[in-house]
């Protein structure tokens, strides 16, 4: 089953795709891991999106497709693969050309996403995400801080975005007939048991 997770920030994409992966034994590739990981290992692939970012630039959709399809090509996403944080325009959709079983989209209004970002932070060291209550990284012992664009003035400017190139997704697979849309305002749990009813 293939299946990839479409929502706002803060709707708890990575957290029911790792839920998801775990339930039915696939693998969860998330974007920004795949990205932030050639930038840490320093590959070729990684120096460029630097050099690119370090110019106030987007990486653009091609970088982003080759490092996606390289990673499709291992063998432990044959079965399936549960894909999060991509992707996030139908150009890109179009590029990667791969048939998925199900997009879940997780519904989440404007407001409760930048109150739920307000309260993320990041680990300095190791790059761990957390969604509130903690002073240092339960994985490293590093510090952590709020990212400038988890910042509510950031957020809305990430959440434009997000709708300007989100519904044009939407649309594209609904007419693929594979939407689910979920109600991602509620309880973790309850949200995961919503989605593993759509998959049916
Ligand atoms: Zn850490």
């Known amino acids: 089953m293939k299946i990839v997770l479409l929502g706002p920030p803060g709707s708890g994409k990575g957290t029911q795709a790792s839920m998801l992966s775990e339930k039915y034994g ?7 891991d795949l ?9 070729d692939i990684g120096k460029k999106m630097k050099e690119i970012m370090n110019a106030g630039k987007l990486v653009p959709d091609e970088l982003t497709v080759g490092i996606l399809k390289q990673r499709l090509s291992k063998g432990d996403s ?42 993320r932070r990041q680990c300095r060291d ?30 809305e400017k990430r959440l434009e975005i ?28 309850v949200v995961f048991s919503d989605i593993q009813k759509a998959l049916g």
């Open 26 to 32: 696939l693998p969860h590739i998330s974007m920004g």
């Open 126 to 155: 190791c790059g761990k995400i957390y969604s509130e209550g903690r002073k240092k990284c339960g994985a490293c012992g590093g510090e952590l801080y709020q990212r400038d664009d988890d910042k509510p003035a950031a957020m």
């Open 162 to 189: 997000y709708h300007t190139e989100t519904k044009p997704l939407i649309d594209y697979y609904k007419k693929k007939k594979i939407l689910k849309t979920i109600d991602a305002m509620r309880a973790v749990d």
């Open 35 to 43: 990205l932030r990981e050639e930038v840490k290992n320093n590959t």
């Open 78 to 119: 044959s079965k399936g693969v549960v894909l999060d944080g991509f992707p996030r325009n139908t150009r890109q959709a179009e590029m990667l050309n791969e048939k998925f079983d199900a997009a879940i989209l997780l519904e989440l209004d404007d407001r409760i996403a930048i109150e739920r970002m307000s309260k």
